[in-house]
């Protein structure tokens, strides 16, 4: 079974500071997908970045960065500079692609406070 | 936002009755989901359609019943609904486009409260 584990149930920082979201996944498959979405206080899911198991390279947009391992099956989410409108909760998703298209398994979210 | 529209967005309904939550998408994705949202869980699959009148069951589909008479539309029933059912649901589409990358996307989420 695969499973998602986002240990970090709330982080708060002060505006300006990098901020590391952690996740850690397990899953027998050896293709798969990652996922990071952002959920704002609105509600809705914001999709921020999808990595394929066959590509580890790091990845960077803007302030945000994401750094792939597999050897420790993890795929943590790092914002720089963080500013209020990050405050947000995120989740990091798992995707079955075996049958039934492409399931994804979720973290519990991390809810991030960034405050001025 | 892929085209997904979720209706409606926001319900209140009375123990035991029916209530259907409805998905509507505009392109043509073969792959809908079903997911419910709840503190401390995260996101948790329902049910899912692989084509017209083909679905199955998801991680916690107790309650709950979907059709899919048309590609574009995927309704979730709740045919009784409980407490234990308040919740937030959301909608997704899931697709592998023609260059191999996997797209998922959601509806903007239905606030469903039973009381």
Redesign the interface.
């Known amino acids: 079974a695969q499973k ?1 584990t ?1 240990a970090q149930t709330e982080i708060s920082v002060v505006e300006k500071e990098d901020v590391t979201l952690d996740c850690v996944y397990e899953t027998r498959d050896t293709t798969y ?1 990652l ?1 990071w ?1 952002k959920q704002p206080p609105s ?3 914001v ?1 921020l970045i ?1 990595r ?1 198991s066959f590509d580890e390279q790091n990845e960077i947009s803007g302030r945000y960065s994401w750094n792939f391992q597999k050897s420790t099956s993890s795929f943590n989410f790092t914002i720089t500079a963080s500013q209020v409108v990050d405050s947000a909760v995120y ?1 990091c ?1 798992l ?1 079955e ?1 075996t049958g ?10 991390t809810q991030l406070k960034v405050e001025l | 936002d892929a085209g997904i529209t979720q209706s409606p967005r926001h319900k209140v309904t009375e123990t035991g009755t029916p209530v259907t939550l409805r998905c509507h998408q505009t392109e043509n994705h073969r792959y809908m989901y079903w997911y419910r949202q709840d503190p401390g869980h995260g996101l948790r699959l329902i049910h899912y359609s692989y084509g017209v009148k083909d679905t199955d069951k998801g991680e916690v589909s107790d309650g709950y019943s979907v059709s899919r008479s048309k590609t574009e539309d995927f309704l979730l029933t709740l045919e009784s609904a409980t407490s234990s059912q308040t919740s937030v649901y959301f909608c997704a589409i899931s697709e592998v486009s023609g260059t191999g990358t996997l797209e998922a996307f959601f509806g903007q989420g239905t606030r469903l409260t039973v009381v």
């Open positions: 998602v986002q997908y996922f979405y509600g809705e899911l999709f999808r394929n989740f998703a995707s692609l039934g298209g492409n399931k994804l398994t979720f973290g519990t979210g």
